[in-house]
């Protein structure tokens, strides 16, 4: 049976998901923007959301660098959700902006341009 199984799973099983998710979170840090499908844009958001969240909450600077590990890959990528999202954050949710750009022209679906959201752009 499969209720109560409401999640998206992307069309992929539960290894290859969570690694796609990883590499566009760690994208995401690195660039400041990511350009995907619908489904994978609301995924993105709200593993995101839920990685700052869960790393900001947490006390000692150690347990924040092991969970920013556990999931991101590269320091350069660690760095930066320090630098550009942690250190900066004057807000308890929504690290992210997603910004409609239409069809995709060979198959037609909806294209998501997600950004992180910085607080000097408002």
Do not use: C, W
């Not at 000692?60 to 942690?86: C, D, H, P």
């Amino acid at each position: 049976m499969n209720h109560r199984n409401a999640h998206n799973r992307l069309g992929r099983i539960a290894k290859q998901r969570k690694a796609l998710v990883r590499n566009l979170m760690t994208s995401l840090l690195r660039s400041g923007r990511v350009r995907t499908t619908e489904a994978k844009a609301s995924v993105l958001v709200s593993e995101f959301d839920e990685l700052v969240t869960t790393v900001r909450r947490q006390k000692e600077k150690r347990e924040q660098v092991r969970t920013a590990k556990k999931v991101l890959f590269g320091e350069e990528a660690q760095r930066a959700l320090f630098e550009k999202v942690i250190d900066n954050a004057q807000r308890s949710s929504g690290y992210t902006r997603t910004t409609r750009l239409g069809p995709r022209l060979g198959d037609s679906a909806e294209l998501i341009l997600v950004e992180l959201f910085s607080s000097e752009s408002v």
